[in-house]
């Protein structure tokens, strides 16, 4: 089915009833009784091990501490696309993944699709999109995926080094994903264009954009070739961009999450390509950064999840061997080492929190 090129203003992302923003099914913070509600388990998605593409699910278990292969969520073989750093993975409706990726026989080619989660294994539903669709909307190298409060996933930046490049239709820079007609349209959101940022929904519906790559050409990744600190808060219901307060350090590829406080932390990523081991947390209300413990090794391209009242999971990514996962304690800043993988060298992965 050919795409919708409708374009509407970001002031209307948002569904407002009453006043109040409708939260989607996923949201752990539960605003209307002021309750906090986390993850009863983790699931990998894609990965590489020891080079090559993985072809398992495995789920981390959060009130056992335990990783295991989940092989309720078979049906997918991960050799048939190129995952790693390339695969973007937001969770919608509960129980379906929207995957991106670029991979593939042709390793240029972009493609997504919709994994349900809840069908059997035997016979999993697997949607998937023209090519137009993944090429013009779905992927772009280094963009990030944001499910909103509205329910939608937001696709936010990223540039476009594929095949489709030298196609004459317009790239959009940021592209919404309504799970409702699952169709995609282009957003409006007038900031400059980033790769490899990390964007972060606040409690108000708001999104934190942080660090990233500030890019010029969207064919290439070019222009500035450092990470940035640059941190902006875009207003979902007003349509507003406005920079806020600077990390201390510049970082893309890094990972980050929502605290039960409300705050935002990020750990790791990179400026030039070596892994950091920079933690920060970001106070909503001062508009400012604070820096916190440093990781044990550093890390990119690792995900942070939120899994109780203080705990932080920190898994994935590369560290140029081993990724051991840690549990960081946002109480007394320390981190522990915690169940690990029952791979060597499994890393690249996206992790994915389950509310089931």
């Known amino acids: 089915m050919a795409a919708k090129f409708e374009t509407f203003q970001v002031n209307l992302l ?44 495995y789920s981390y278990d959060v009130s056992s501490d335990t990783w295991s292969i989940a092989t309720r969520y078979g049906g997918l073989n991960w050799r048939d696309i190129s995952c790693g ?12 993944l929207l995957v991106a990726f670029i991979g593939g026989q042709n390793v240029s080619t972009p493609g997504a699709f919709i994994f349900d989660l809840a069908t059997p294994s035997k016979k999993k539903q697997i949607t998937r999109f023209s090519s137009d669709d993944a090429a013009f909307f779905a992927m772009r190298r280094g963009a990030s995926f944001i499910t909103l409060h509205n329910g939608r996933v937001l696709r936010f930046g990223g540039s476009v080094a594929n ?7 317009p790239f959009p820079a940021h592209a919404m994903f309504d799970p409702a007609t699952r169709a995609w349209s282009v957003v409006n959101i007038r900031m400059p264009l980033l790769v490899d940022a990390l964007c972060v929904v606040l409690e108000s519906g708001d999104v934190l954009v942080t660090g990233g790559i500030e890019i010029e050409d969207p ?10 600190n640059k941190c902006y808060i875009l207003d979902m219901v007003s349509g507003t961009v406005r920079e806020t307060g600077r990390m201390g350090v510049g970082r893309a590829r890094h990972g980050g999450c929502l605290m039960a406080n409300g705050n935002v932390y990020v750990s790791g990523g990179t400026i030039t390509g070596e892994p950091l081991r920079h933690c920060e947390e970001y106070d909503i209300v001062r508009g400012e950064w604070s820096a916190r413990e440093v990781l044990p090794g ?16 920190i898994t994935g990514g590369a560290d140029h061997g081993m990724t051991p996962s840690y549990m960081y304690d946002t109480a007394t800043q320390k981190f522990t080492l915690t169940a690990q993988l029952p791979l060597l060298y499994f890393t690249m992965y996206r992790t994915v929190a389950l509310y089931e």
């Open 298 to 313: 550093g890390r990119l391209d690792h995900t942070c999840t939120l899994v109780g009242d203080t705990k932080i999971m």
């Open 219 to 228: 064919t290439a990744a070019g222009g500035q070739t450092l990470s940035n």
């Open 14 to 57: 948002c569904d407002e009833i009453n006043g109040l923003i409708t939260l989607p099914k996923v949201a752990f913070e539960n605003l209307a009784n002021g309750m906090n509600r986390y993850p009863v388990r983790l699931l990998t998605v894609g990965g590489t091990r020891s080079g090559l593409d993985d072809i398992n699910f």
């Open 85 to 96: 750093r390339e695969l973007s993975v937001a969770l919608f409706d509960e129980d379906k």
């Open 163 to 169: 095949i489709y490049a030298t196609s004459r239709r």
